[in-house]
């Protein structure tokens, strides 16, 4: 169970003054036994929310309490055991920085995403896009009551057609409000690389999700041109799938640019 290897690679920090807010989504509670066998080792306040990603992060805002805030998924995990104690720490001795983004390796170790930068930098509007995905954020409480919640007609399981995005919007309003986010790629988070797999359900996911980009995008006030990058990239990645063949991946490429294109001309406001 991927939950399980998360708990298992959490309960290994050398740094064990923390809070696991686990919201569940199951209407059986699947996860019970799991939890109750961890909850001897660490400290877990288990909830239920109704489905939705951006639903279920601000069920569990409600009742943080610890100085630093994360968002993990399910399926990532912290893979050494002094990565939080290393995410404190800069915290610690840099008091001007008031959120941390780290890495994302997979199981052997390796990026897990090629667009990631590879050197240390601080995070604006636009290398943002590159250098944030929700489970590798690391925020001040204090980042978190001032921005508020999570739009919550963005991301997986929104009921809306914009279905990712997210983040993205969370910490552009973090960034609008004027506090300080750096990168750092030598502490990391993994998680499974992106799925190889091109397929009918491929295509309808990169559709929804460059949707939800491109309408963060437009919400946002971004220039045409960056955004017109974005939908470049897609279309040459079709193209060039196609002229190899590659009928499923240009396919799914051709979604997320029509996906993006759409999300772009859709309304620009928040539903």
């Known amino acids: 169970m991927e939950l399980e290897r998360f708990l298992e690679h959490l309960d290994r920090q050398s740094?064990?003054?923390l809070e696991l807010i686990l919201v569940d989504q199951n209407e059986d509670r699947r996860l019970s036994k799991v939890v109750e066998r961890y909850r001897r080792k660490l400290s877990i306040a288990h909830l239920?929310?109704?489905r939705g990603l951006s639903r279920g992060r601000n069920a569990g805002l409600k009742y943080i309490s610890g100085d630093v805030v994360a968002f993990p998924d399910d399926d990532c995990w912290y893979h050494t055991s002094d990565l939080l104690k290393n995410v404190v720490e800069c915290f610690s001795r840099s008091p001007q920085v008031d959120g941390?983004?780290?890495?994302?390796?997979?199981?052997?170790?390796?990026?897990a995403y090629?667009?990631?930068?590879?050197?240390?930098?601080?995070i604006d509007r636009y290398n943002l896009w590159g250098a944030v995905i929700?489970?590798?954020?690391?925020?001040?409480?204090d980042v978190v009551r001032r921005v508020g919640r999570f739009d919550e007609s963005l991301g997986v399981g929104a009921s809306t057609p914009?279905?990712?995005?997210?983040?993205m919007d969370y910490m552009l309003r973090v960034l609008e409000h004027g506090f300080r986010i750096h990168y750092t790629p030598a502490l990391a988070v993994s998680h499974p690389a992106p799925t190889a797999i091109f397929d009918?359900?491929?295509a309808i996911r990169a559709h929804s999700y460059g949707?939800?980009?491109g309408r963060v995008l437009r919400m946002h006030r971004y220039p045409w041109w960056f955004a017109a990058r974005n939908w470049t990239r897609a279309l040459l990645a079709s193209v060039l799938a196609l002229s190899h063949g590659n009928f499923g991946k240009a396919k799914t490429r051709w979604a997320c640019f029509l996906g993006e294109l759409r999300g772009w001309f859709s309304l620009a406001h928040r539903a």
């Not at 090629?114 to 601080?122: G, M």
């Not at 914009?162 to 983040?167: D, I, K, S």
């Open 211 to 213: 949707m939800g980009g």
């Open 162 to 167: 914009w279905g990712a995005g997210e983040e």
């Open 15 to 17: 740094y064990q003054d």
């Open 48 to 50: 239920s929310s109704e």
């Open 200 to 202: 009918n359900n491929s």
């Open 100 to 111: 941390v983004s780290v890495g994302v390796v997979d199981e052997q170790g390796r990026p």
């Open 134 to 141: 929700s489970f590798s954020i690391f925020l001040r409480r």
């Open 114 to 122: 090629l667009r990631r930068p590879s050197k240390d930098l601080q």
